[in-house]
Nanobody, 125 residues
Framework: QVQLVESGGGLVQFGGSLRLSCAASGFTLDSYNIAWFRQAPGKEREGVLC????????TYADSVKGRFTISRDNAKNTVYLQMNSLKPEDTAVYYCATSLTSYCRGSDRFQYHYWGKGTQVTVSS
């Protein structure tokens, strides 16, 4: 059974950093993509970044370029989202997801069929 569990969210001040983790179980992560999405109150779920099986990353949200990075540790079956220089507009629930393909399938949430339950990130001004 495919499971994704996010962790690492919390309350952080403007300009601070957080590292989110996405722990996978029920499948071997090293052959598949993982994407990070986020959803702020009253807004659509937005694709943030994605990483392929061979660790190539794509940034979907222009607002995070130069601040967020994605990485993977296949030995730990975990993908990370490092978030630096956080802003209040980064406040959202962050989700990891996979389409169980090696390549990333863009920023369309409907291309990803397995999701975690999310972790809340709140950035205070």
């Amino acid at each position: 059974q495919v499971q994704l569990v996010e962790s690492g969210g919390g309350l952080v001040q403007f300009g601070g950093s957080l590292r989110l983790s996405c722990a996978a179980s029920g499948f071997t992560l090293d052959s598949y993509n993982i994407a990070w999405f986020r959803q702020a109150p009253g807004k659509e779920r937005e694709g943030v970044l994605c990483i392929t099986d061979n660790a190539r990353s794509t940034t979907y949200a222009d607002s995070v370029k130069g601040r967020f990075t994605i990485s993977r540790d296949n030995a730990k079956n975990t993908v990370y989202l490092q978030m630096n220089s956080l802003k209040p507009e980064d406040t959202a629930v962050y989700y990891c997801a996979t389409s169980l393909t090696s390549y990333c399938r863009g920023s369309d949430r409907f291309q990803y069929h397995y999701w975690g339950k999310g972790t809340q990130v709140t950035v205070s001004s």
